[in-house]
């Protein structure tokens, strides 16, 4: 766990945060409510934020398939725009490198395609030879 106090000689004054498009007390997706928890927290802060905003990443879609093949949550028709990891690196780093510019500033982080996840299931399934569908849950079962 991270001190609440920064090293001697260092003083914490802006912070650049990783959340979640869409990132709302009543999202669908789940844990955009916490990441609107956590911003919510960071502006009470006192200390100047950038919030990051992206969608999910691209590489991480495949991971939220089962063991049995299948990718669930409450997603419906839903569409998301599936972002680089890389992508958001370089975008960190360019706030890293002058964060007065950015101070108060969220960015919504998003790849060049809106797709369902059972659009992304089908891709899924044709790049790895693996069967794989979409199961659209309640938030409750989520």
Do not use: C
Request: no cysteine; proline share 6%; charged share 25%.
């Amino acid at each position: 766990m991270r001190s609440s106090t920064p090293p001697p000689g260092l003083e914490w004054t802006h912070i650049v945060y990783t959340s979640f498009f869409g990132a709302a007390p009543e999202a669908t997706f789940t844990l955009a409510r916490d990441h609107w928890a956590t911003e919510e927290y960071i502006k009470v802060s006192g200390m100047a934020d950038t919030l990051l905003r992206d969608n999910f990443y691209l590489d991480f879609l495949p991971e939220l398939t089962g063991d049995d093949g299948v990718i669930r949550g409450p997603a419906g028709d839903g569409k998301v725009a599936a972002v680089t990891r890389s992508d958001i690196a370089r975008v960190a780093a360019d706030v890293l490198r002058a964060p007065a510019e950015h101070a108060g500033a969220t960015y919504d982080l998003t790849g060049p395609e809106e797709r369902t996840l059972a659009e992304a299931a089908e891709i899924i399934s044709q790049e790895t030879g693996r069967r794989v569908t979409f199961h659209n849950e309640t938030t409750e079962e989520a």
